[in-house]
């Protein structure tokens, strides 16, 4: 019986060690009886300085207040995702977010344990990337530079649809309403909402960009918010990015990634205008614009309730749909054109064209990644072309594929079962609809030439 136990705290030992996050055990008296290389490297100390220890002399900075698991230890209860913030042994500084659960042996706690994950290196960059934004908008206050790099006049386009939508937007910008821009990735969205900046009122204030996608969940909201002095050990007080963007715009791309959560106080302030930093009671009013992008529909990140309803319908106030690059067939050519004009400055070529074959290629290829991948195939085929004209030879080995990859505007066949293709035609054809009508269902419906309960659960086996 005692070797079993003891081959089976061996292997307990071994998992343990190979999990990729910190593990922290201590028993009921707080020695620390497990200690694993992960949550030695999270403090910056050494297995041999924890390990047999009690946690206090480990960590003399801590109390029996401010360590989770003491406080585990002594209530009994679990603490889930909980920032922590103190200095090792050697004083320099650790943050953490630590789930502790207490340890049972029948109805006795007998210990504790720390699943600990380290986000001090993103937070120190998170807190960088405030300072500079910071120090940018002083700076461009100061010598009242532009505050963006593109206008809608950057916008190139010969397609009817796109260049009205365009002048909406020249019309729109003037207003303070919110606005929400969908598009697939590459159609532009950053240069459209940057263009829509510059033709505001607000063209002299900060246009401040951030994508929610970029930032861990328990960092976003001190990011948007700012943080109070003494919210958590070592915090200070620090502006979000709500009060840098005052008195300009604020631009948050992929909103759906946002937690729920978070996305309720980012109701309240677009409803009164007021932000409170984490951990603070006090409100500061902010005068900003926002902005939103995705590149997910609204009503698919509506259907999968990735997007809050209520903050939908509050930015829903102006909508754009970015057209994809497929449904601007008269622009293909034409941006290619110019993409050629500025690689041959940039590049110093003289390149003059592309020849017919290419033309072809170029017309029919669907341009999955949009603008973004035409330009960025332009650039390599400028760097590798060695006559006056590009051609089909000189594309990026990925595009030189057999053709079935890239006829049409239409997806790649599937062999030839006539119902999986079937199904393909009619997911891009309601994707296409629901586009042009800026998610809409009941105009798709009627360019579909279907019930709208149809369409409805037509959209909802797509996402099944």
């Not at 071994?14 to 999990?19: E, F, G, R, T, W």
């Not at 003289?350 to 072809?360: H, M, P």
């Not at 006559?387 to 066949?413: C, F, H, T, Y």
Request: with cysteine.
């Amino acid at each position: 019986m005692v070797q079993l136990t003891a081959l089976t705290q061996e292997v307990l030992t071994a998992i343990l060690k190979s999990i990729d996050e910190g593990i922290h055990v201590v028993n009921i008296e707080g020695r620390t009886i497990f200690y694993n290389e992960v949550a030695a490297k999270h403090d910056g100390m050494d297995v041999k300085e924890v390990q047999g220890k009690h946690l206090i002399d480990a960590f003399p900075s801590m109390t029996e207040e401010s360590s989770t698991l003491l406080k585990v230890i002594k209530t009994g209860k679990p603490i889930y995702n909980q920032t922590q913030v103190y200095l090792n042994l050697h004083g320099t500084r650790i943050d953490t977010i630590n789930t502790t659960l207490p340890i049972f042996l029948g109805e006795d706690i007998i210990g504790a344990v720390e699943i600990a994950k380290d986000y001090s290196r993103m937070k120190l960059l998170a807190e960088r990337l405030l300072d500079l934004q910071k120090g940018v908008n002083k700076s461009r206050k100061k010598k009242l530079s532009k505050q963006v790099n593109y206008t809608l006049n950057d916008l190139m386009t010969i397609t009817p649809e796109f260049s009205s939508l365009i002048d909406e937007a020249r019309k729109l910008a003037k207003s303070d309403s919110p606005i929400l821009v969908y598009g697939e990735s590459g159609t532009g969205k950053e240069l459209f909402v940057q263009g829509i900046h510059h033709e505001s009122l607000r063209s002299s204030g900060a246009f401040i960009a951030q994508n929610c996608a970029a930032i861990p969940e328990t960092l976003l909201e001190s990011i948007l918010f700012g943080t109070a002095k003494g919210s958590y050990t070592g915090a200070v007080d620090r502006k979000g990015l709500f009060e840098l963007a005052d008195g300009g715009t604020l631009f948050l791309d992929e909103l759906h990634t946002m937690p729920i959560e978070l996305q309720a106080k980012l109701l309240r302030v677009l409803e009164d205008g007021m932000v409170r930093r984490v951990g603070s009671s006090q409100n500061i009013s902010v005068d900003v614009r926002v902005i939103a992008a995705m590149n997910v529909h609204p009503s698919m990140a509506l259907e999968e309730q990735k997007l809050r309803s209520d903050l939908y319908y509050r930015l829903n106030v102006f909508t754009f749909s970015l057209l994809p690059l497929r449904n601007r067939q008269k622009d293909i050519l034409y941006l290619t054109k110019n993409f050629i004009q500025e690689f041959n400055k940039k590049l110093k070529k003289d390149i003059q064209g592309v020849d017919k074959k290419l033309e072809r290629f170029f017309i029919d290829y669907p341009w999955p990644g949009n603008v973004r991948e035409l330009k960025h195939t332009v650039e390599y085929m400028m760097n590798v072309c060695e006559m006056r004209n590009l051609r089909v030879e000189d594309l990026p080995i990925m595009l030189r594929q057999p053709p079935a990859q890239s006829k049409g505007k239409n997806p790649p066949l599937e062999g030839l079962s006539l119902r999986k293709n079937l199904e393909t035609v009619e997911k891009t054809l309601i994707k296409d609809a629901l586009d042009q009508c800026a998610g809409n269902i009941n105009q798709a419906a009627k360019l579909l030439e279907i019930p709208r309960q149809t369409l409805q659960y037509k959209m909802k086996k797509m996402m099944e």
